[in-house]
Nanobody, 132 residues
Framework: QVQLVESGGASVEAGGSLTLTCTASGLASTRYCMGWFRQAPGKQREGVAVIDNDGKTDYEHSAKGRFTISRDNGKNMLSLEMNSLTPEDTAMYYC??????????????????????????WGQGTQVTVSS
């Protein structure tokens, strides 16, 4: 059974920083895509950043230059370092993984902005609130 557990969400002031972490267990494959997604109240879930086993990353436009996604394959851990946070970053942040995508994309993850519809496994989420 696949489990993804996020942590690190908090309330911060605009301009502040946070680092989210996600620990994965139960994934059958050694190669899988992992990503961070977020959903604000009344809005659709959107991709923030994804990373493949080799460290190749893709970011949603507003995250580029402010957020950094990383992973430790040995520990099955995923992180998201977020800097220069704004109130628009307020959302529930979810960790996601999928072990079928690398087979369809030459060992990597789908190119372009991350899409939540392509990921099968999800954590419960961690809340990030940024006040102005």
């Amino acid at each position: 059974q696949v489990q993804l557990v996020e942590s690190g969400g908090a309330s911060v002031e605009a301009g502040g920083s946070l680092t989210l972490t996600c620990t994965a267990s139960g994934l059958a494959s050694t190669r899988y895509c992992m990503g961070w997604f977020r959903q604000a109240p009344g809005k659709q879930r959107e991709g923030v950043a994804v990373i493949d086993n080799d460290g190749k990353t893709d970011y949603e436009h507003s995250a580029k230059g402010r957020f950094t996604i990383s992973r430790d394959n040995g520990k099955n851990m995923l992180s998201l370092e977020m800097n220069s946070l704004t109130p628009e970053d307020t959302a529930m942040y979810y960790c996601a993984a999928d072990d079928e995508l690398p087979g369809r994309y030459g060992g990597s993850c789908p190119p372009g902005p991350p899409s939540p519809y392509e990921y099968d496994y999800w954590g419960q989420g961690t809340q990030v609130t940024v006040s102005s």
